[in-house]
Each structure stands twice: as C-alpha cells, then as structure tokens.
C-alpha cells in the first residue's frame, strides 16, 4: 500500500476516530478537512511537488495533519526531532535546505526561525 492510499481510504472510516490525544480527538473525516486545508495554506506559501518541508515539533495531532497536508501536495515532509538543540537544528536546516519549516508556537517563540529560510506556524 502507498502511502497516499492511506488518505484515499480514510473516506470509509469517516466519523471513526483517527487520533485521540487526552480529550482531543479527530476523526477520519476531520483528517481529510484539516490535512486539505493545510495543503492549502502550503500551496498558497508557493510550496509544490517535491518541496522539502521541515515538520519542527512534539508528538501531537497537529504534527500527524502537518505530515498529511505535505502528503497531499507532494511535497516531502522531513522531520526534526523537537528536543534537539540550535546547533543541532542549524545543522539539519543545512543538510535538508527546506522550502518551509512548519513549527509550533513553542519553537516560534524560542526564535527558531532566524536559522530557516521561511516558516509557516501550525496552530
């Protein structure tokens, strides 16, 4: 199975839930609305086919639909693990060259972003 696929059968399992986190919780249906309205945000940032997109942040909802909405526009979704430190950070942006960093609030306020090329928040 692609990995797309995964998106194309989430319309089965509409109203089922596709991640819980605490009392959070969304569904298959709620995937396709919010990764389909992320990929929109990317398209509008001028992020295409085969763009890198840094994904900066922790384990959480929000990161799962960022992966997806990269998925959707075919752009690549790189991963930078959320505890690593500037220097770290610095060297990955260096090595990916990403069109776009999408990042939480935390790392928004920590200043990350002098290190990347462009950003784009994530809620």
């Known amino acids: ?26 569904t298959f249906d ?10 929109q945000e990317l398209r509008a940032a001028g992020v295409g086919r085969g763009d890198r997109i840094l994904i900066l942040g ?7 639909l960022n992966f997806w909405a990269c998925v959707r526009i075919g752009a690549v979704p790189a991963v930078a693990n959320a505890w690593w430190s500037e220097d770290e ?13 999408l990042a939480g609030r ?13 950003h784009l928040g994530s809620r």
């Open 1 to 26: 199975m692609r990995i797309d696929h995964v998106l194309r059968f989430a319309n089965h399992w509409g109203t089922r839930p596709y991640i819980v986190q605490g009392d959070r919780l969304i």
């Open 30 to 39: 709620a995937l396709l609305k919010a990764s389909a309205a992320k990929a």
């Open 58 to 64: 922790w384990n959480s909802p929000d990161w799962i």
């Open 89 to 101: 950070l610095s060297y990955a942006l260096s090595l990916v060259r990403p069109a776009l960093v």
């Open 106 to 118: 935390a790392w928004r306020r920590q200043g990350a972003f002098r290190l990347a090329p462009r």
